[in-house]
């Protein structure tokens, strides 16, 4: 059975590489679904939100794994209901979460004027993406990495 959990904290800097004062990265979970992950993963995000600092992901628990980069234009400033006309991008699927982080700030800074528009990491296992999501979009990056 798969278990997903909510990861995540408050990091040094926004490179979310290091927990702030020397703590452990915050666990939440396991979750049997990962509906039930995203929905723990939207309320601490929102509850963190004011904090440059604070990141949580969802990491799936054993097997092999990629990343995706997920988001896009949202219907409004909740982002939990894609914008009308389509479901969120998929871009990927990545190797390593440094490939996907690039293509993640690729994206969100092609986007920062826009108030309606998010991106996230999932970490999901390989040829897997939650059943509500729009069809995978395969970037360049991840097209290029899958031929080598």
Not at 87 to 94: A, I, L, S, T
Not at 110 to 136: F, N, Q, W
């Amino acid at each position: 059975m798969k278990r997903y959990w909510v990861v995540g904290g408050d990091y040094t800097d926004t490179n979310f590489d290091r927990i702030a004062e020397g703590g452990r990265e915050e666990r939440i979970g396991p979750f049997t679904d990962y509906a039930a992950a995203k929905a723990a993963w939207q309320k601490r995000a929102w509850e963190s939100v004011d904090h440059a600092n604070a990141r949580f992901r969802i990491e799936e628990e054993g097997g092999e794994t990629c990343y995706w980069v997920v988001g896009g234009p949202y219907c409004d400033t909740s982002f939990s209901e894609p914008a009308a006309g389509g479901g969120e991008e998929w871009h990927g699927p990545f190797e390593d979460f440094a490939a996907a982080k690039m293509e993640w700030s690729r994206r969100a800074w092609s986007t920062v004027d826009d108030a309606m528009c998010r991106y996230r990491i999932e970490k999901l296992a390989k040829g897997e993406h939650p059943k509500t999501a729009a069809a995978p979009a395969k970037t360049r990056a991840a097209a290029r990495g899958a031929r080598s």
